[in-house]
């Protein structure tokens, strides 16, 4: 993402004005779990007889940060004339599930806005600064180095990602031996990491929009994937990229509220006509016959279709790619995106990992290392043999902590995306512990 640009004002701030500005992106991480797909804003009203109110945004569909701490601001009475807002985002002008945020900060009388970021939507960006501007409110935006315009930019990473690349942000989470060892050789992998780990994990679940994994998981644990070692206020989707259709309606996954989507690649005229979806652009020849493990699987598609959207699944048809033919990745993140999925939280096994990794698709490494030895058996992911070192796929620490016993590690790909702000990471890991984005909404 190019930063946004600064005008001369933009330089300094009187030490007011930094003070008040301290604790707002804990405010909008406040709703992590809530606003999605929105992204999570913190707006702070700073009146002119020195009374503060704030707010950040609720669900989708509900009033937006600056409305809130408007809205709070009028229940106690006060006089918003004349009065600075802070906000995190540039409020948007444009009319989408709720009224333009600009119009309530113009109506209110707001002599000045200070503005973290600049909002990455195309309908938006620079446009509401325009247009306050255009009404005579003074705006300031923060130099993009600045810690909060930082925090903002990581804590809507998702958001700016789907705006931007159309396409979520995606995290690999895995947990591991300290030999690197993610499953046993008989499959099983519950638990290697300890009760901290594990709701840490699902402390970054309640960040995703939906929550992915293969069949080969599926299969092996039965997995829910929903949230529910950390409070939150709503479910991510639950996704499984499923080729053959082998997923059951009995799977854990189906006794949890909320949607769940199948990738497939089965053509739905293998399918009696039942009422499947299509990524966009999907070619219309029908399939190669199966071959090898898994065909055996094939013959009763029409009816395992049918079972699975009987049990409230969307059954999504995707394209082949690749020398396996298997599910085009891309296209499923395509997919994802026009459903408003900002971050993606990958859960998969090294076969789907390995190929979402080879693919050059993976952002951001969740890694729990726990302090033990297991022996041969599955990997972090299925990818090589490569010949030489330099072939490996290279990536860059970006925080490295203890949970209670395990060590958590995240990375992201070295020189992957927003190239533009590479140098700004570890920045962002002095400046705020990428996790705390997470934590202070879990402990909420
Ligand atoms: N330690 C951890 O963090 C962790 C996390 C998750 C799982 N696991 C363990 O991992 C093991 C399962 O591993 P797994 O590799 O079989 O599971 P997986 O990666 O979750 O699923 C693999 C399956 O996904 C399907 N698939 C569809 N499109 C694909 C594509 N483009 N690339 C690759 N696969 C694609 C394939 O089956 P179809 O062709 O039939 O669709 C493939 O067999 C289990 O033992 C589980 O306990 C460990």
Known sequence: MSAPAASPSDASFSPAIERALLGLDALAAQAVGLSDPNPRVACRLLLADGRVFEGHTQQAGGPHAEVMALRAAHAAGAVTQGATALVTLEPCSHHGRTPPCCDALIAAGIARVVVALQDPNPLVSGRGLARLRAAGVQVDVLPADHPLAVQTQELNIGFISRMVRGRPWVRLKMAASLDGTTALANGASQWITGPQARADGHAWRKRAGAVLTGIGTVEADDPKLDVRLVPTQRQPMRVVVDSRLALKPTAQLFNVPGPVLVYTTANPDDCNGTDGQSVAGLPQEPLQPLQGPGAARVGDMATRWQQLTDVGATVIRTPVSGPQQKTDLPALLAD?????????????????????????????????????????????????????????????????????????????????WPAADASHLATASSASDPATSARPAAAA
Request: aromatic residues 6%.
């Open 336 to 416: 994802l995106a026009r459903r408003e999925v900002n971050e993606l939280h990958l859960e998969v096994g090294h076969k789907l990992g390995g190929s979402f990794l080879r693919e050059g698709l993976v952002d951001e490494l969740l890694l729990y290392m726990a302090p033990r030895l297991l022996g041969p058996g599955a990997g972090l992911a299925h990818i090589g043999p490569f010949e030489s070192l330099t072939q490996s796929l290279d990536w860059q620490f970006t925080d490295v902590s203890r949970v209670g016993a395990d060590l958590r590690i995240l990375a992201r790909r070295a020189g992957g």
